[in-house]
């Protein structure tokens, strides 16, 4: 079974900082991995989605990288901003499956 | 496009009423899934459908029940809600497996 791992669960920079979040996942077999931002009381807001056969996807401030061998993928944020504020979960699919594995998150605060 | 809707948007139960979550997409996407988030227990499905006229079980479909008659519609309905269902409810969407996913707003339910 898939398990999705994001640590740390918590984590507090100054704006400004360039930043990791890691997304670790058991099964290497995925289809595609996808990363969601979530502001407090709302729904989940699609970042990025990286398909297998991608090493990487940029959008913005924001690249996510991708590496099926070790079971990785990395969501970099640079020159962090206080609106970055937000909790951010990374979703893995295993070929073969309708159902995407969640990770827990992790809950960013940039402050001022 | 209004991508992803729920109605309602909060909603107070008294145990054994039941209601009907209605989900909404004009996105002609094939998958629709049903979540409930939880504090500490991060994102779990309750049933998703792959198309039309199709249900399947998620990770904890008891105690709800969900309909897909047309396509731009997914139901999740409570037959006799319990203080356990309280909870927030997504309801999310893709076209097809290789997509992204798209989120509603989510739906706060309060059983009491």
């Known amino acids: 079974k898939q398990e999705v791992t994001q640590i740390p669960a918590a984590l507090s920079v100054p704006e400004g900082e360039n930043l990791v979040l890691n997304c670790s996942f058991t099964d290497s077999a995925i289809y595609n991995l996808q990363w969601f931002r979530q502001d407090p009381g709302k729904g989940l807001t699609s970042l990025l989605l990286i398909q297998s056969s991608q090493r990487e996807q940029t959008s913005g401030r924001l690249n996510a990288s991708l590496d099926k061998s070790s079971g990785r993928s990395t969501l970099y944020i640079a020159a962090s901003q206080p609106g970055d504020s937000a909790t951010y979960l990374c979703a893995v699919r295993q070929g073969g499956s309708y159902i995407p594995t969640f990770g827990r998150g992790t809950s960013l605060i940039v402050h001022p | 496009n209004a991508g992803v809707t729920q109605t309602p948007k909060f909603r107070v139960l008294k145990t054994g009423q039941s209601m009907t979550l209605l989900c909404a997409q004009d996105m002609n996407h094939e998958y629709m899934y049903w979540y409930r988030q939880d504090p500490g227990m991060g994102l779990r499905l309750i049933h998703y459908?792959?198309?039309?006229?199709?249900?399947a079980k998620g990770e904890v479909p008891d105690g709800y029940n969900v309909s897909r008659l047309k396509k731009q519609n997914f139901l999740l309905g409570l037959e006799s809600a319990a203080p356990s269902q309280t909870s927030v409810y997504f309801c999310a969407s893709r076209k097809g497996l290789a997509e992204t996913q798209y989120f509603g707003p989510g739906t706060r339910l309060l059983v009491l």
């Open positions: 459908s792959v198309g039309e006229g199709t249900t």
